[in-house]
């Protein structure tokens, strides 16, 4: 399956330095290419904490069976 523009998707890789971790969820708001896609993840408050240019392969589709947790993000 193939990852389209405004899709939920799954962060499979920690990114330390965004403060992202493996299992946050994100949106794709923009497909530079097939394997350069813009995702953005957002805090609860809808604030924007990462705007992150990852390859498919960072990435999974939301499974019908994902739970969506909240986990604190720490201070910059």
Do not use: C, N
Not at 32 to 42: D, G, I, T
């Amino acid at each position: 399956m193939s990852i389209q523009l405004l899709d939920a998707v799954v962060l499979v890789r920690d990114l330390p330095e965004q403060r992202l971790k493996a299992g946050d969820l994100g949106a794709v708001v923009h497909s530079h290419s097939a394997q350069a896609l813009e995702v953005e993840f957002v805090l609860a408050s809808g604030h924007t904490q990462a705007v992150v240019t990852l390859t498919p392969s960072d990435l999974r589709p939301v499974k019908a069976h994902d739970l969506v947790s909240v986990r604190t993000v720490g201070q910059a």
